[in-house]
């Protein structure tokens, strides 16, 4: 059974459960990445860095965070759910707010995630670039992904 996930604000108390739930998402869903960052370095990241800089929602299921998006200044940051979670409208859901509150959003994936990549690409971005990962700390080939909202016409037009 498919249960509504409510949308919530995240605030510091929240980021080592947001920070695991990239954790397990990433172990799960892409096993060949490299594990560069300790729990602890994850979670200091997630509340220094991207909790003052981004707008941070989780969904929640009953009393357990089961995905987690951050996003702004038109970058998605992190969106992650829970592989158990997954292909059940929760990651729509959050990307969701994300296109509400912003016209134009771009983000990075890995190449070889065909998940996310698909995922994406039925959301509308598209990809606009392509590197060889010589970049990334994790070394792997990633793809940016663009969307831009559509101008709305004007009634009769």
Not at 31 to 54: A, G, M, V
Request: glycine share 8%; aromatic share 8%.
């Amino acid at each position: 059974m498919v249960t509504e996930a409510e949308i919530v604000a995240l605030g510091a108390e929240d980021m080592q459960a947001a920070a695991g739930i990239r954790r397990v998402a990433l172990r799960q869903r892409l096993p060949w990445l490299p594990d560069l960052h300790t729990p602890e370095e994850e979670e200091q990241y997630w509340r220094k860095h991207l909790l003052p800089n981004c707008t941070i929602l989780g969904a929640a299921m009953g009393n357990r965070l089961v995905g987690v998006i951050a996003y702004g200044d038109d970058w998605i940051e992190q969106l992650y759910v829970l592989p158990d979670f997954q292909s059940n409208g929760i990651g729509s859901l959050l990307l969701g707010c994300a296109k509400e509150e912003m016209d134009e959003i771009r983000l990075w994936t890995f190449q070889r995630n065909v998940g996310a990549r698909a995922f994406y690409e039925r959301h509308g971005f598209s990809a606009e670039d392509e590197t060889d990962g010589a970049e990334n700390e994790e070394k792997q080939p990633d793809i940016r992904y663009h969307w831009r909202r559509l101008p709305q016409l004007p009634p009769g037009g």
